[in-house]
T-cell receptor, first 114, second 113 residues
C-alpha cells in the first residue's frame, strides 16, 4: 500500500481566514513533505519533516505553518493568504532512511484564495 | 537556475510505438533520479528510478537510461498505450533519506490510437 491521503480535496478561503490542510500515511514512513504546484509548473518543495522534526524549510512565508503531530500525520496551517497562494498543495512521504529515495504523493488539495 | 530540465513540453506518439522522454541535469551532486507520471487534478505517481551507480533500470514497459558523463537520462515506454497519456516529470535527489526532490518542467505525452 503506497497511499497518502489528503483532506480536503478542494478549499476556497478568503484572505482573512484561517484553515488547515491535512495529510495522512500509514506506510510507516518517517519523512513527510509539503509541495506546492502552480498550473503548468513542477512541484516545488515547501517543507520536510524527518522523524517528526522540521528538517527543511524552503524559505516559505510565515503565513504557512507546518505541523507534524505524529509520524503518520502532517498538517499545513494557513493564515492571511494571498490570491497568488492559490495552487495545488501536495503532501508526500518516504521511508526517510539512508537507503530510500522514492517519495509517494497524495492527490493534493486544490486551494483557491479569494 | 533550473537544475533539472525537460526541454520538450510535449510529445505525441502512436499507440504501440516507443515513447522516449528526455531529461538533462546540471548538478553533479545528484545521485538518484526518478520519473513520475501525473494526471490532471491528481498527485504525481512514482514510476521508476535509477541510482547514479547504474546506467539502466527496467520495470515492465518502462526503462530508464542514465548517461552520467552527459548528465542526461531518458525514459523509454514500449509499447505505448493510450493510458500512458499524462504529464511526465523527471526528478533528482542529492542524497538519500528525507531529501528535496528537484523536478523538471514536465513533458506532456499524448498517445494517439
Amino acid at each position: 500500500d503506497t497511499e497518502v491521503t489528503q483532506t480536503p480535496k478542494h478549499l476556497v478561503m478568503g484572505m482573512t481566514n484561517k484553515k488547515s490542510l491535512k495529510c495522512e500515511q500509514h506506510m510507516g514512513h518517517r519523512a513527510m513533505y509539503w509541495y506546492k504546484q502552480k498550473a503548468k509548473k513542477p512541484p516545488e518543495l515547501m517543507f520536510v519533516y524527518s522523524y517528526e522534526k522540521l528538517s527543511i524549510n524552503e524559505s516559505v512565508p510565515s503565513r504557512f505553518s507546518p505541523e507534524c503531530p505524529n509520524s503518520s500525520l502532517l498538517n499545513l496551517h494557513l493564515h492571511a493568504l494571498q490570491p497568488e497562494d492559490s495552487a495545488l498543495y501536495l503532501c508526500a512521504s518516504s521511508q526517510g532512511t539512508s537507503d530510500s529515495y522514492e517519495q509517494y504523493f497524495g492527490p493534493g488539495t486544490r486551494l483557491t484564495v479569494t | 537556475d533550473q537544475q533539472v530540465k525537460q526541454n520538450s513540453p510535449s510529445l505525441s506518439v502512436q499507440e504501440g510505438r516507443i515513447s522516449i522522454l528526455n531529461c538533462d541535469y546540471t548538478n553533479s551532486m545528484f545521485d538518484y533520479f526518478l520519473w513520475y507520471k501525473k494526471y490532471p487534478a491528481e498527485g504525481p505517481t512514482f514510476l521508476i528510478s535509477i541510482s547514479s551507480i547504474k546506467d539502466k533500470n527496467e520495470d515492465g514497459r518502462f526503462t530508464v537510461f542514465l548517461n552520467k558523463s552527459a548528465k542526461h537520462l531518458s525514459l523509454h515506454i514500449v509499447p505505448s498505450q493510450p493510458g500512458d497519456s499524462a504529464v511526465y516529470f523527471c526528478a533528482a535527489s542529492e542524497g538519500s533519506g528525507a531529501q528535496k526532490l528537484v523536478f523538471g518542467q514536465g513533458t506532456r505525452l499524448t498517445i494517439n490510437p
